[in-house]
Each structure stands twice: as C-alpha cells, then as structure tokens.
C-alpha cells in the first residue's frame, strides 16, 4: 500500500467534504433523526430495546459514509474527468480509496458519538454499558467491519456508472442483515446471510460489551464474535484487492472507463 497516496486521498476527502456542505446531511443529521423517531416510538426509554434504538441510529451513520467513501466519490471522480488520471498513476485505485474510507469512518465515528450524546441529552435515556471501554473498542472494530464492506465494494462501483442505484439498494440491507436494527433471529429463513456479514459480529459484540448478556448470536462470547469478525474482514480486504487487480489491468487494455 502506497501510504502517500492514501494521506493525499484522505486530505482530498476532507477537504470535499467541508467544501460540500449537503453531505452534512445523509452523513450526521440523517441517521440523528433516525434515532429521534426510533425513541419517539418507545414509551418506556429504558433497557435493551431503546439501547438497540440508539445503536441503529449509530450504525447508520456509519454505514452510510462508508458507502458515501466508496460509492458516490468515484461516481464524483467520473463526472469530473479525474478518474482515468488516478488509474494511470502509479498508485493503486484502492490505495485512494483507502484514503477516502478512513476520513469517513472519522465523520462515522464522531456520527455514532453524537448520537449517543444528544439520546442522553435530549430523551435521558440513561443508556448505561457494561464496560464503556470495551464498547468503544467494539464500536471501532464495527466501523472497520462497515469499511472493509464498503472497501470490497468499491470495485462494482468502479464498473458501474449506476452507483446511486446500488448504493441506494445497499444501504438498508446491511442495515437490517447486520442485526443493528433488530435481532436477526427475527429474519427467518434469511438469518443464514448474516453470518457472512463482518458487521454482525460486531454488532453482537457491541451489544454484549453495552449490557453484558442479552439474545446473541451464538453462546460463545464476545472473544469469538471479534474473532469471527476479524476474519470476515481479512476475507473481505483481500477480496477487494483481487478485484481491483483484475479491473484496473482490464480497464487499463480496453481503455473503457468513462464511457457511457
């Protein structure tokens, strides 16, 4: 990994992202209304449920900039022209999108703090974790298990000038398969595609490092959802650099990469 092109792209992102302020929106406010109307729902704002509320609003932050990261900044680079110049530098594709995936998962992570924040602030929901450390360390073990998704993604949305359209599709399925917003138990027969998910055992291990017990996954513990996670998340990197290998040698022979 070229790490000068992954601290321009993550500068580059930054700075499109103050410049454009609209991104505001699906990237912080969206997922803190989320969160409001979950707990307007519940009338009783204690105990695990209103936890799970406040932890969907959370994942969806972060999920939806991880898709913003690896989506729609291509689709930006092909509208602007600049996309063939990066694939004709001597970095790597997924070097830049490397770079531009970790200034997001930073705006998701403040995004997941805020949301706990104004839960507490504004509803005193009175959320109380088991061990705040451990819940933090999950919180980020969740962030990279959305980026390494995101990251594997990318690859179609190099392909695909329709990338609105799937990330628009992307989004709730992960959503709901990751089990942020409701126990995948509760899926029936479609449980079984959550155990591919990286972000389900994260998810299940936030919730066990927030209460310290409840409905999971499995009985093996937390240490066995991490390990799992992890390596969902190698499968997944290496994944996207097998895939970026192969579309950058063919893009770079057929010379078709903005064409529309």
């Not at 998910?197 to 093996?220: N, Y």
Request: overall charge neutral; cysteine-free.
């Amino acid at each position: 990994m070229n790490l000068k092109a992954v601290t321009a792209a993550f500068k580059q992102q930054g700075i499109q992202f103050l410049a454009d302020p609209q991104w505001i929106i699906p990237s912080i406010i969206a997922p803190f209304m989320f969160t409001i109307v979950a707990l307007y729902m519940h009338t009783d704002l204690t105990g695990p449920v209103v936890l799970t509320a406040v932890l969907g609003g959370g994942v969806l932050g972060m999920w939806g900039n991880m898709l913003f990261a690896s989506g729609f900044t291509i689709t930006y680079d092909r509208y602007n022209g600049t996309i063939e110049p990066i694939m004709m530098t001597p970095s790597h594709m997924i070097d830049v999108i490397a770079g531009r995936s970790i200034w997001n998962a930073l705006i998701g992570l403040l995004n997941a703090v805020l949301v706990f924040i104004s839960a507490e602030a504004i509803f005193g929901v009175g959320v109380s974790l088991a061990d705040p450390l451990m819940f933090f360390a999950m919180l980020v073990l969740t962030l990279f298990a959305l980026a390494s998704i995101g990251l594997m993604l990318a690859a179609l949305f190099v392909l695909t000038r329709a990338s609105f359209v799937v990330m628009t599709i992307l989004q709730f399925p992960i959503y709901v398969f990751s089990g942020a917003l409701f126990p995948i138990q509760q899926l029936g027969v479609f449980a079984p595609i959550s155990y591919v998910l990286a972000p389900t055992w994260s998810v299940d291990a936030l919730k066990i490092a927030a209460i310290g017990h409840g409905d999971t996954i499995v009985s093996l513990g937390l240490s066995f959802n991490v390990a799992i996670a992890f390596v969902l998340m190698a499968f997944y990197i290496a994944a996207a650099y097998f895939l970026f290998k192969i579309i950058e040698r063919n893009i770079r022979e057929s010379g078709a990469l903005v064409r529309y």
